[in-house]
């Protein structure tokens, strides 16, 4: 199976700041994914990218949010201006094009005081 | 968008049973059903899947069933064993040509396998 990492493991920021989550697909994955899961519930999807665009976002994904793969390796994605409600845990999955499985990264948990 | 049910929500077995969820979605056009494994705290874990031209796909313990009629696919766990208590969800897609189209978790299924 793919090996996905992510950064942190855990973050704990106040309501209103910004936070950035990365993630670091390996072995040549070329679509991305975030998704989110709050505590004890299902997993969501925020956003999809591929070849360096959004391909597809769900509502969640609102203004605040944004992804961008700024050294060609690293995935982002940019929480500007954090609520309550975004604490959750966030997954960065990666894809192929020729396949439709997905591999999901450890997660970040964060934590919005 | 994406209906995703499952049923149960939570299962209890005793070790050496068999357990079978269920899965059910509302979007005809789904031709991709995996099903991820997460242990708590854990990220999900694909497991199993089974693409649309095909009815069951067997794994060991584990197998997954299609109905792409009733648009219904289900989880078989046989001789359960402790290690598979976790919450399992499902996830149709629809994938037409390969990657980049979203997973719709189901609602999960936490499974307990009791000694």
């Known amino acids: 199976e793919p090996e996905v990492t992510q950064t942190p493991s855990h973050q704990v920021t106040q309501m209103g700041q910004e936070v950035i989550l990365r993630c670091v697909p390996i072995?040549?994955?070329?679509?991305f994914y975030w998704y989110r899961q709050i505590l004890g519930q299902k997993v969501e999807f925020l956003v999809s990218?591929?070849?360096?665009?959004?391909?597809?976002k769900s509502e969640i994904f609102d203004d605040q949010f944004s992804v961008e793969r700024p050294d060609g390796s690293n995935f982002t994605l940019k929480i500007r201006s954090t609520k309550l409600e975004d604490s959750a845990m966030y997954f960065c999955a990666a894809g192929w094009a020729s396949a439709p499985e997905q591999y999901f990264g450890p997660g970040t948990r964060l934590t919005v005081t | 968008g994406e209906n995703v049910e499952q049923h149960p929500s939570t299962l209890s077995v005793q070790e050496g049973d068999s357990a079978v969820i269920k899965c059910t979605y509302s979007d005809s056009a789904s031709n991709y059903f995996p099903w991820y494994k997460q242990e708590l705290g854990k990220r999900p874990q694909l497991i199993i899947d089974i693409r649309s031209n095909v009815g069951e796909k067997k794994d060991q313990r584990i197998a997954v069933t299609l109905n792409k009629t009733a648009k219904h696919f289900s989880l078989h766990i046989t001789e359960t064993q402790p290690e598979d208590s976790a919450v399992y969800f499902c996830?149709?897609?629809?994938?037409?040509?390969?990657?980049?189209?979203?997973?719709?978790f189901g609602t999960g299924t936490q499974l307990k396998v009791e000694l």
């Open positions: 990218f591929y070849n360096n665009e959004i391909s597809e």
């Open positions: 996830a149709p897609q629809k994938n037409p040509t390969g990657g980049g189209n979203k997973l719709t």
């Open positions: 072995s040549n994955h070329l679509y």
